[in-house]
């Protein structure tokens, strides 16, 4: 064993030579690979010598998967927007850590410390010639992202990611129309949504950022409309709302005339309580009826046979049901107000569109039996099933 001034290097039975030596800490370390030549062997210890003057790192920090470590950096990524990570997500499992060609090694089985700059131009280079230049850019961003988080977590000395201008993508030119092309689109759909072309067009509004409007985000005496959140589908089929892509995208908006008149007709046409539910309560003399009383309707209709009282607060979401005694002798009150005051002996039959066959025991042989008034409270009912 020949001894250094700094670590140690020693013969093997095995004719291959080992490498040890010690960290500012006093700790041992020893190189995870041997050497076929004692040259080599002191080449590797010099190496680790002036990393330790840099900054010492250790080796064995870097012998992680790069699939694994990636999966661990964007967990700890804790203030990514939902969308934001799905991408990420994407863009590593689809473009970073798989195999992208043949001849090139995919980059996910390899350990951070044995990725290299030439390896990962060889990556670079084929997920060009099969994705594109633009799916390379992002996804050539993604690793380098990666990698620099290694960097500043000690796995790993230097990035090697380093290719000139990898990360720059070249979007093609943005298409625009000309007013008589817009006329023409918002001639084209269907008037509901009318106002949503004109407010893409003339207000500059993202579609995320209009579908998550509310009625009092629109200021039609000023023609403003305040964005302050979007809405967006992921692509699990969840929708979520957030924040607007920046601080510049919380913002108030000026419409002009036409779209502030498009939107004042929109909403006058889409009102459903003022134009739907109004008419129909004064048409019935139904006046103040409020449109989520119908719930309690549908908390008066007796259980299945064998199901107890829970069984009707769960389609109501309540998750206790002591107040359904009350509930269902209102309704009763109200189902022997419109009878005429006869007991509660008479089946109530219900809407024409629920007359159908349902399945399981509300019916037998496929014969839909009339829903039953609930007069006199759920045991009643229940005798009338």
Aim: charged content about 30%; aromatic content about 4%.
């Amino acid at each position: 064993m020949t001894k250094r001034q700094f670590g140690t290097i020693r013969k093997l039975p095995s004719d291959r030579w080992q490498v040890r030596y010690r960290t500012e800490s006093g700790r041992r370390v020893t190189a995870a690979e041997t050497f076929r030549t004692r040259g080599d062997a002191s080449r590797w210890l010099a190496k680790a010598e002036a990393e330790q003057g840099r900054g010492w790192i250790d080796p064995r920090a870097g012998e992680v998967l790069l699939a694994d470590y990636a999966r661990r950096w964007i967990d700890g990524c804790a203030n990514l927007a939902p969308r934001t990570r799905e991408i990420y997500e994407h863009q590593l499992r689809s473009h970073v850590l798989p195999r992208i060609a043949e001849g090139v090694r995919p980059l996910g089985e390899q350990r951070l410390d044995r990725l290299t700059p030439e390896l990962v131009r060889a990556w670079y280079a084929a997920l060009v010639r099969t994705h594109g230049r633009s799916v390379a850019a992002k996804a050539y961003v993604r690793l380098r992202q990666v990698l620099g988080q290694a960097v500043d977590d000690e796995r790993i000395a230097r990035n090697p990611c380093r290719i000139d201008g990898g990360g720059i993508e070249h979007h093609p030119e943005q298409r625009t129309v000309t007013i008589a092309q817009l006329d023409g689109l918002t001639d084209a759909v269907d008037g509901r949504y009318r106002a949503l072309v004109l407010c893409v067009g003339l207000g500059g509004i993202r579609e995320g950022e209009l579908f998550a409007l509310r009625l009092s985000d629109v200021d039609l005496q000023h023609g403003l409309i305040r964005v302050r959140r979007k809405r967006l589908r992921l692509a699990s089929g969840q929708v979520i709302e957030g924040q607007p892509k920046s601080r510049a995208g919380v913002r108030d908006v000026v419409l002009p005339v036409q779209a502030v008149d498009e939107l004042r007709e929109h909403l006058e046409r889409n009102n459903f309580r003022t134009r739907v539910w109004l008419l129909a309560t004064a048409m019935l003399g139904l006046h103040g009826l409020k449109f989520h009383e119908l719930r309690h309707y549908a908390g008066t209709l007796p259980p299945r046979p064998g199901r107890r009282p829970r069984a009707t607060a769960r389609p109501l979401e309540h998750t206790r049901c002591d107040d359904l005694p009350a509930l269902l002798g209102r309704a009763g009150q109200a189902h022997r107000r419109a009878l005429g005051g006869n007991g509660g002996s008479r089946a109530v039959p219900g809407p024409r569109s629920h007359r159908r066959a349902l399945p399981g025991s509300w019916g037998t042989g496929g014969a839909r039996r009339p829903i039953v008034g609930a007069a006199t409270g759920p045991r009643t009912a229940r005798k009338a099933l």
